[in-house]
C-alpha cells in the first residue's frame, strides 16, 4: 500500500512538473477586425459611401432621362401613326428599337462601371485597413489578426474585437492626409 502511495505521489508531481511550462506560458494575443463595421463606421467610409451614393445615383438620372425619351417618341409614334406613310412608320419603329437596344447596353455600362467604382474603393479602403492593422499588430504584440468574414468567425469575445481601436487610428491617418 505504501508503494503504491508513493508511485501515485510522484506520478502526480511528474505530471505537475510537466505541465508548468504550459501554465506560465505567455497568453496568445488574438485580434478581429469586421472590415463591414470600419467601412461603415470610419471617416473613409462614409465618404466613399456617399461618393458612391452620388454616383449612382447620377448614373440612375442618365438612365431616366433616355427611358423618358423613349418613351416620348412612343408616344409621338401612337400619336401620328395613322398620318405616316409605312415607311416613315417603319423607320421611326426602328430608331425606337435602336433607342431601347442603346438604353439596354448603357444600362449595362453603367452597372459594370458603378461596380469598377466600387470594388476600387473597397480595395483602397482595406489596403489601408490591412496596413493600419499591421501596424497595431507589430506595435501591441499581435500574435494573429483576422478578418471577421473572410476567416469565417463565427463568435468571438468582445476583447478580441480591436474594430474600434481600428477605425479610431484609421480616422486619424485620413485626417491626416486631408
Known sequence: MKKGCITLTILIFTMIALHCPAFAADVAKIGVISFE??????????????QLKEKWTELQGKMKNEQKAIE???LALERESLVLSPEKKRD????IRDRINDAKKMSADYTEEFQILQNERLNQLQKDVFK?????GKKEGFLLILE????????IPDQVDITEAVINAYNAEFAKKK
Open 148 to 155: 471577421r468574414k473572410t476567416a469565417g468567425v463565427i463568435y
Open 132 to 136: 493600419i492593422a499591421n501596424e497595431m
Open 92 to 95: 421611326r419603329q426602328r430608331e
Open 37 to 50: 463595421k470600419v467601412f461603415n463606421q470610419s471617416s473613409a467610409g462614409k465618404i466613399s459611401q456617399k
Open 72 to 74: 416620348e417618341l412612343s
